[in-house]
């Protein structure tokens, strides 16, 4: 006699599933699987506003570096004005024809081929605002043809100027030398 004779449950215990059906490891296993997913995307949610502050400031960086680079390359002086209220800043150049940041005009985004004009708390920035501005006594910031940052009078700015913006993320434009630095978490 087999042993299979003696124990018919043994035999059905050991066979496979029938088609299109799921053992329990198989479903406790699934269930772990969307528990883990489920929780890293939770962690993941979190931290999505300290991304886009974070993403605001290195593109606020990096558009006054832009402005700093090429008031350098082309010795026209180059302005960046913020407007805290609006949560923007655009980027202008003088016309060498008649000199002065009172005759500044928005220069052409290379990338988008428009008016240079960024604005935060839409899109990739949601949640990203300015909280303040602050270069010497005003919201915008020259560069000469040195790269030395200027102040909205057109003189050499005496203290080095500061953009925070949500988050606590500042960028902050060196006195002196221009650099332009961003500091967060």
């Avoid at 035999?11 to 490891?25: D, I, S, Y």
């Avoid at 180059?78 to 220069?107: C, K, Q």
């Avoid at 081929?113 to 915008?140: H, K, W």
Wanted: proline residues 5%; hydrophobic residues 45%; negative net charge.
């Amino acid at each position: 006699m087999h042993s299979s004779e003696h124990h018919p449950c043994l035999c059905n215990a050991l066979r496979a599933p029938a088609r299109g059906a799921f053992t329990l490891v198989e479903v406790v296993v699934v269930m772990i699987l969307v528990g883990i997913m489920g929780a890293a995307a939770v962690v993941s949610m979190n931290s999505i506003p300290s991304s886009r502050h974070s993403l605001a400031a290195r593109q606020v960086q990096s558009d006054l570096v832009f402005a700093r680079e090429r008031a350098m390359a082309t010795g026209i002086r180059h302005w960046v004005a913020f407007s805290v209220s609006t949560n923007s800043y655009s980027l202008l150049a003088e016309d060498p024809l008649n000199p002065g940041r009172a005759g500044a005009m928005t220069i052409t985004d290379p990338a988008k081929q428009g008016p240079f004009v960024q604005r935060l708390n839409i899109n990739e920035f949601t949640g990203a605002t300015f909280a303040s501005a602050v270069f010497d006594a005003g919201t915008e910031v020259g560069f000469d043809w040195l790269g030395e940052p200027l102040s909205a009078v057109s003189v050499p700015l005496a203290a080095s100027g500061t953009v925070t913006i949500s988050g606590n993320h500042r960028v902050i434009v060196q006195s002196g030398t221009g650099m332009v630095t961003h500091e967060g978490p």
